[in-house]
């Protein structure tokens, strides 16, 4: 039983009553004054009332409304929890849907920031890498030239101080060995050569 | 001048010791003389004074024959060229000698030399002029020749 027939219900009784109470104060009419027909007819509502309205029928109208009450209550529970349910299913959809795309999103960004990373770090690494050949190059160049200069100072040197080094290992390897004797042609030679320096400038000495 | 300096006389110390031996020898003959010592008394020489004596035959009892030898040896001394000589070792007398006869034959009778040491020249001479300096060395003929040295140093590369 739903609410409306329950209304339906104590309408139908409310205009029953009253139309009841209607004739009872029509019969009543031609023969009572005003006040006291006034006074008549509340207190015949009032005992027709009590009459219809008494206590087991008022318990029998609460229990009625109590558990129309109750059904209603089940009923918008029911459906309160089907809409509840049916709202976290769109709801949990939806976060789906929006958490997907936010991520897909996020990620797209990610990726493309990431892509962007990568290309600008590719890019810095060969710009590094072309300036590291740039310099390997250039030092390598200053390498092979200061290695040149070197190997070259290092042979001049070594030709210019050759004698005095070709000298001193034989300086050092037969030392004192040397006869004088076996030199005095080789001397005696080189003296013959520059005899007449040697008469010239001690000439020109004296 | 018709002086001969023998050989055992090289350098200008020699020089200087046999103008100072002279003199020696002609003060004690000539105070031997005035002393009318009899026999006259005459002192020591040393080698070299009596190598020049019987190198040139000179009397050396005679004081005028020694006053005109110490004439001659002090024009010598004050007048004599010289050159140096640096040798790798010490030479020995005979090398010294025939050193010097060349020199005296070639260059000037009177001339005296100067010895040194020069180790590091290894080989040869160096004889060095009032003026001038003449390498003999090996140091000097190896550094006019280095570019054979060179060359050697390459094949053997």
Known sequence: MTTTTIALIIAALVVGGAVFIWFILRSEKTEQSGRDIDTQLANTAKTGVDKIFDEEFREELRNRGRLHFEKIIGENAMFLQQDLRLTTTQLNEYMKTEIKRTLQSEFSKYEESITTAKDLALESIEKTQAVIEQQRLVLEKQMTDEAAAEKARMLSSFEKNMADIVNHYILEAIGNEIDLTVQLDYIFGYLEENKQAIMEDIKSGS | ?157
């Open chain 2, 1 to 157: 001048m018709d002086l001969k300096l023998p050989t055992t006389i090289a350098s200008r110390k020699d020089i200087i010791r046999l103008h100072r031996e002279i003199r020696s020898f002609i003060d004690v003959s000539t105070q031997s003389i005035m002393r009318h010592d009899n026999p006259v008394k005459y002192p020591a020489i040393s080698d070299q004074l009596r190598a020049l004596a019987v190198l040139n035959q000179i009397d050396m009892r005679d004081p005028k024959s020694c006053e005109r030898l110490l004439q001659k040896i002090d024009t010598i001394k004050e007048h004599a060229p010289s050159v140096h000589i640096s040798f790798p070792t010490e030479p020995s007398a005979d090398i010294l000698e025939r050193l010097i006869v060349w020199f005296r034959k070639e260059i000037d009778p009177f001339i005296v030399i100067q010895v040194g040491l020069q180790p590091t020249i290894a080989a040869g001479v160096v004889v060095r002029t009032p003026n001038h300096q003449f390498d003999f060395s090996l140091r000097r003929h190896l550094y006019a020749n280095r570019h054979k040295l060179g060359e050697a140093l390459q094949r053997a590369y």
